[in-house]
């Protein structure tokens, strides 16, 4: 079974306006961690957010955070003020309890208008 | 610092060749990993090694060999490389079990 699911294979968002990108994980594990990286045309891998599954609150960085619905195990990425750079393919990862791999979802790009 | 180095940057290879794919990292991780990535699927993890002198299989190990030479590098090897091998193969590392740092990826096309 998928462990992460990002249904969304490809968005578009209007330059400043801000976007949603759908993560949802599949774990019997109470302690995990969840993660999001981008990946620009260029091709290399940034971190951008991590959420914790025993965090109080949702994790900001910048103008991305991560809307953490436990119960409903989604960790939705918000990016606002969308901006040209922010074109780029977005993943959603998870790491399970004291497990040291990462499990990626498909990931979904992001096209930003002018 | 240049954290996580990766080469070659890119390589084409005949059916049958073999291969070493290198990565170092500077940022005294333990842990370090082999990804590949093909289209419309994500990353997918090959061989990692949580610390120096282990590595352990992923989700896709067969027709890949690799080594933990030190702390500081971790090896893919391609002994017969196959059509199915061509993808983007990205090393990563990590400390504890934080954040996972990735290297620019290598390209590689078996014809």
């Known amino acids: 079974a998928q462990k992460i699911t990002q249904t969304q294979p490809g968005m578009f968002v209007q330059e400043k306006e801000a976007v949603t990108l759908d993560c949802t994980y599949d774990?019997?594990?109470?302690?995990?961690?969840l993660f999001w990286y981008k990946q620009p045309s260029s091709g290399e891998m940034i971190f951008l957010i991590y959420q914790g599954s025993y965090d109080q609150q949702n994790a900001t960085e910048g103008r991305y955070s991560l809307n953490f619905q436990k119960a409903r195990k989604s960790a939705n990425l918000v990016i606002s003020a969308s901006q040209l750079g922010d074109s780029a393919m977005y993943f959603c990862?998870?790491?399970?309890?004291?497990?040291?791999?990462?499990?990626f979802g498909a990931g979904t790009t992001v096209t930003v208008r002018a | 610092n240049a954290g996580v180095t990766q080469t070659p940057k890119f390589q084409v290879l005949k059916t049958g060749q073999s291969m070493t794919l290198q990565c170092a990292q500077d940022m005294n991780h333990n842990s370090m990993y082999w990804y590949r990535q093909d289209p419309g699927m994500g990353l997918r993890l090959i061989y990692y090694s949580a610390s120096e002198g282990t590595t352990d299989k992923g989700e896709v190990p067969n027709g890949y060999n690799v080594s933990r030479l030190n702390k500081r590098e971790f090896s893919l090897r391609l002994e017969s490389a196959a059509p199915s091998q061509t993808s983007v193969y990205f090393c990563?590392?990590?400390?504890?079990?934080?954040?996972?740092?990735f290297g620019p990826g290598t390209r590689l096309l078996v014809l």
């Open positions: 990563a590392s990590m400390v504890l079990r934080e954040t996972q740092y």
């Open positions: 990862a998870m790491r399970e309890g004291g497990d040291y791999k990462l499990s």
């Open positions: 774990t019997s594990d109470p302690s995990y961690g």
